[in-house]
């Protein structure tokens, strides 16, 4: 393989893999029914949460075209319910791909009112490959360790170092885990959804996603509508991008929610000191970036790290007080001790940790054809650097992975859907990870679904998280089914929260509402 990234620096053209249907819902129903699931055994779990949280696993198979073949195990966790009004289970799911369910449970089950939470049984799920589930990938252990080359690959050496370097990520996931890799994606993951809901006894689920747990729910509603009660989709994935040009439309979003930061750290001078010039103050983030990738802050933190450090701040404007800090402490005093500490709390997780980026690359490049031409990559990420330079290489890299990836591909999931229940999906209008017209578009396909928006909101992940308009409207559907009706494109409004003040930096803190959620949902969708 790492001959093949030189081949491919030169441009080199590698046929993409093979591209496999679908198969209609019926075939999906009727072989879903050919596998038995039995019963869980729930019993309290060593994971600290309030709720207590419940644990038990299921088997399922791990090609469901050969049900009695080989098995695999996924790890469930539950809050009951308590009320005499019983709505059944409401699964739900914090993204990723690649995001462990099992604690998301406990916080649904919290932050919604007591009496809607009351009547579900709540329903976290390691999806297959994650977490407690077995088996568990890590296909290259510490591969986002520090310090990486610089994402930004302006020397031939660099590019082909890069490219080396996905590339050997590619070899070793094939070489560790080829009987199951074909296995890892969204429709095994969708018709898990469905052995659960006939472990758990339920004739439909309800179900509650986040970021790449829209585009889940959404395949789940198209294989199996009959067996959809409720569906609430946050931060919705465009399922007409998936998923080469999605994340060239997270490239350019990124970069506006970056200036969106600059801005605020530019409003706040008499704080940080760096200026009340956004563009020079983004001049001087550049700079920054370049002293990085000569000289690492204590040898941890390169000009990959910073992107990885930065990138969260595009997800949760609760981190900017603790970035700002950073930043102007390198800047201004040539301190790096926050950085690498803000690196430590934040950049780390936002690199995603080995098993959660395994199942990322494993279902992202299964999930869809992506360019197998370096070429190709290479065209596009320069032309995206050139006007939105903050996150294009960056992402490009981790997601090159699928450049070189061992398994054919899928063709995305259509999911327009006319037979659904009323559904509601929430969407910020200046979502980084999942850009607004992504919501848009589920809108359209998903026919009687209702949109509700937050006006200039720019985090990801916007129910449960403080702003009481948005958690109004997701608790009234949960408990009697309402939803609101305008006719229009966007049938309800809530304004933002207030940006963060820059001493609140508790708000990026563990424990604080929004970075708890934030924690739980997976970076990159």
Known sequence: MRKRAAALCGAAVVTAGMLTAVPADASASRLADTVRAAQPDWKSCGIAARPTLQCASVTVPLDYADPRGRQITLALSRVPHTAKTYQGPLLVNPGGPGGSGLTLAGYVAATLPKAVAAQYDVIGFDPRGVGKS??????????????????????????????????????GCAGKYASVLPYIDTISTVRDMDSIRRALGAPRINYFGYSYGTYLGAVYAKLFPQRVRRLALDSVVDPTGVWYDDNIQQDYAFNDRHRAFLAWVARHDSTYRLGTDPARIE?????????????????????????????????????????????????????????????DAIGAAGASGDNSYSIYAAVQCRDASWPRSWARWRQDTWAVYAKAPFMAWNNAWYNAPCAFWPTTSLR?????????????????????????????TLHRRLRGSSLVVEQGGG??????????????????????????????????????????????????????????????????R
């Open 459 to 524: 985090n990801h992940g916007i129910t449960l998280s403080g702003n009481a308009c948005l958690d109004r409207y997701l608790a009234d559907y949960l408990d009697k089914g309402t939803v609101p009706r305008s006719g229009g494109t966007v049938d309800a409004v809530c304004q933002r929260l207030p940006d963060p003040s820059p001493t609140s930096v508790k708000a990026a803190s563990p424990g604080g509402r929004g970075s708890t959620l934030h924690g739980l949902i997976g970076f990159r």
């Open 134 to 171: 077995e088996p568990a990938l890590t296909c290259s252990p510490g591969y986002a360790a520090p310090v990486r080359p610089d994402s930004v690959p302006r020397t031939p050496a660099r590019e082909r170092t890069n490219l080396s370097r996905v590339a050997a990520f590619a070899e």
């Open 283 to 343: 001049a001087r983030w550049y700079g920054m970036r370049a002293a990085l990738g000569r000289n690492p802050a204590q040898q941890k933190v390169g000009a990959s790290e910073l992107d990885d450090t930065f990138i969260p701040g595009g997800y949760y404007n609760g981190y900017w007080p603790v970035l700002a800090k950073a930043f102007a402490a390198y800047v201004n005093d040539a301190d790096p001790g926050p950085l690498v500490k803000a690196y």
């Open 412 to 440: 995305p999931v259509d999911v327009s859907n006319d037979a659904l229940p009323p559904t509601l999906l929430f969407q910020a209008t200046d979502d980084a990870a999942t850009p607004y017209q992504g919501g848009v």
